[in-house]
């Protein structure tokens, strides 16, 4: 490093302002005239502008061949203009699942259906997994790999190196026409946080796709059970994290993953299988858009609608559990509200009052119920709410079983529940 510098090979070559005697040596030692400022030599400058018109040539050829396309291969060449000018084809949401008659699954399972439903009418998707595609669905069924004279695929096996994956995805996004996503454990979102950043800083529409997002993950224990993640995730500013409770939210998630060009999401996936809820009962899937919204209103011992005493938030996997806990909540004279909660990037961005609307100041017996660290969590139960949370590394066992051994359990959610009133 610092080549020709007094101090090159050194790691002051890269941390010091080398001065202006040490700047005279330098050119001394390239050969340079050491009194001329701001000088590059001729030889340097020419190779720069050759570089320059050969860059030209090469990118008025490419855009003639690109007009060529579009004005000669139809709908082909339609759409190729819309991509490159990062518009979702008109009408794809028709192509979103309904999710009518939906039976129990994981999250990761309902997101691999979407993928597959979209992915005619949205071209321009193409993504894969760090070598993990059959776990965390997202393989495109109707489309072969993407390989070397094999650029049609839309499946793209990244290897078993996140970061590699994370860096791709990016580049990626940033040359446009395409809206990349890839797949691994939640726990793995380490290996390419660098890459997550600074997708997050530089405003590029990737998607992460993380599956396996807490304690429910099972026997392969706490080496692979996400904890702190979901946290570290939503300390990256402009990143979406989005974790969904049910099929219905997870369909939503993905809509507002594409519809969000400037700016990348993260997606939180569970292992197993979630509750369902019943959206003709209960709040649309919709609110998720807004990032915390009304799931379950309060009632009374007669089911009528009543003002909240008691708020449950959750996320996810959880959701589920807060909706069980509901029941009982209500039917014995305690009237609660459930508030699915699946992305504060985006709760936090709505007006002071939306917000209330969904979180009365005047509420002050909140419960967050959330299968990873507590950290975050004040800001919206406050200092007289608490939270059922996994301040500690999970453990070796199925999934249901080490749920239980945390409290996730309605008998728990109902006992903190009733401390707070």
């Known amino acids: 490093i610092g080549f020709g510098m007094p101090k090159q090979g050194t790691s002051k070559a890269h941390s010091d302002a080398p001065g202006e005697e040490a700047v005279r040596e330098t050119k001394r030692n390239l050969g340079w005239d050491e009194n001329k400022h701001f ?11 050759e570089a320059i018109k050969r860059g030209a040539r090469l990118e008025k050829d490419w855009e003639a061949l690109v007009v060529k396309y579009e004005k000669t291969r139809g ?19 028709k192509s979103l699942p309904a999710f009518t008659d939906v039976e129990a699954k ?127 995730l939503r300390a990256i500013p402009k990143l979406a994290v989005i974790r969904p409770c049910d099929a219905h939210e997870t369909r939503e998630a993905w809509r507002a993953a594409l519809e969000r060009d400037n700016a990348p999401t993260a997606f939180a996936f569970s292992r197993q299988k979630v509750a369902l809820v019943d959206r003709k009962k209960f709040a649309d899937a919709k609110g998720l858009h807004k990032g915390a919204y009304i799931l379950a209103e309060a009632e009374s011992k007669t089911g009528k609608a009543s003002a909240p005493k008691l708020i449950l938030i959750a996320t996810g996997s959880e959701v589920g559990l807060a909706m069980q806990a509901r029941e009982q909540l209500n039917s014995s004279g305690t009237p609660t509200r459930v508030v699915s909660m699946p992305c504060w990037e985006f709760f936090d961005s709505q007006s002071a009052k939306y917000k209330e609307s969904v979180l009365p100041s005047n509420v002050k017996a909140r419960l967050a119920i959330e299968a990873g660290v507590s950290l975050g969590w004040a800001k919206y139960v406050g200092l007289e709410g608490d939270t059922l949370t996994v301040d500690r590394f999970g453990a070796s066992a199925p999934g249901d079983d080490v749920f239980k051994e945390f409290g996730f359990t309605v008998e728990n959610v109902v006992k903190k529940a009733k401390k707070m009133i």
């Open 106 to 232: 994981a999250t990761r399972a309902y997101s691999g259906e979407v993928i597959n439903a979209i992915a005619d009418a949205v071209p321009q998707l193409i993504g894969g997994s760090a070598d993990l595609a059959p776990s965390n669905n997202t393989t495109i069924k109707n489309s072969p790999d993407f390989a070397a004279g094999k650029y049609d695929g839309r499946n793209i096996h990244f290897g078993i190196r996140e970061h590699a994956m994370g860096a791709t995805m990016n580049g990626m996004s940033l040359y446009g026409s395409v809206i990349p996503f890839g797949g691994t454990f939640q726990t793995f979102s380490d290996y390419m946080r660098p890459a997550i950043r600074l997708a997050a800083l530089s405003g590029v529409q990737t998607i992460f796709v993380f599956t396996h997002d807490s304690i429910g993950l099972g026997e392969d224990g706490p080496t692979h059970q996400s904890v702190e993640h979901l946290a570290a």
């Open 39 to 49: 000088y590059v030599p001729r030889e340097a400058s020419a190779r720069f502008r």
């Open 75 to 93: 709908d082909l060449g339609k759409t190729l203009q819309e991509t490159r000018k990062n518009k979702l084809p008109a009408g794809w949401e």
